[in-house]
T-cell receptor, first 111, second 114 residues
């Protein structure tokens, strides 16, 4: 089975740093994805981790620990436009298999 | 990155009619595309996996006779919602991968059945 957990909501202030955690228990694993989704829009790709460690990409970083079934997305220098839902998703056994999504974390950035 | 185009972005239809949604990979060939549905304030839920040249694979609880999927070419998959009802009103999103490390999404289709 597939089980992906992440917090429902988080709040932070502009300029701050926020970490969104994701834990997963899945029958197969071929990478962990983070997506950003603004209301009414399709998700946009943020990051992909398949090996343990930290991947940094500008203001966004993503970390993975496969042994712990744990990942986090780190957002630095928060901006108002970062207010969105952040989806953690796990890829299945094969490279082109589908993604299983967590329920998403709604991040609200305030001035 | 690769581009996936979905059309239409919004559609309103009468109860009992059918609606077709198109998903195209514009600059890559996608042997597999995925169709998701998202209800307000909920996550994406996989409906079916669309395979070029063969029958789609549906997730448990998704009616294959109601949600018809056709993947006739390497760049086009269609989802037809047949005999739509108000409870089918949702946000439908397709995605495709051009390589294992990244999945690209269409713009989504907001379906409203009245």
């Amino acid at each position: 089975g597939q089980n992906i957990d992440q917090p429902t909501e988080m709040t932070a202030t502009e300029g701050a740093i926020v970490q969104i955690n994701c834990t997963y228990q899945t029958s197969g694993f071929n990478g962990l994805f983070w997506y950003q989704q603004h209301a009414g829009e399709a998700p946009t790709f943020l990051s992909y981790n398949v090996l343990d460690g930290l991947e940094e990409k500008g203001r966004f970083s993503s970390f993975l620990s496969r042994s712990k079934g744990y990942s986090y997305l780190l957002l630095k220098e928060l901006q108002m436009k970062d207010s969105a839902s952040y989806l953690c998703a796990v890829g299945g056994n094969s490279g082109y298999s589908t993604l299983t999504f967590g329920k998403g974390t709604m991040l609200l950035v305030s001035p | 990155g690769a581009v996936v185009s979905q059309h239409p972005s919004r559609v309103i239809c009468k109860s009992g009619t059918s609606v077709k949604i198109e998903c195209r990979s514009l600059d890559f060939q996608a042997t597999t595309m995925f169709w998701y549905r998202q209800f307000p304030k909920q996550s994406l839920m996989l409906m079916a996996t669309s395979n070029e040249g063969s029958k789609a694979t549906y997730e448990q609880g998704v009616e294959k006779d109601k949600f018809l999927i056709n993947h006739a070419s390497l760049t086009l998959s269609t989802l037809t919602v047949t005999s739509a009802h108000p409870e089918d009103s949702s946000f439908y999103i397709c995605s495709a991968k051009d390589r294992p490390t990244e999945a690209f999404f269409g713009q989504g289709t907001r379906l409203t059945v009245v």
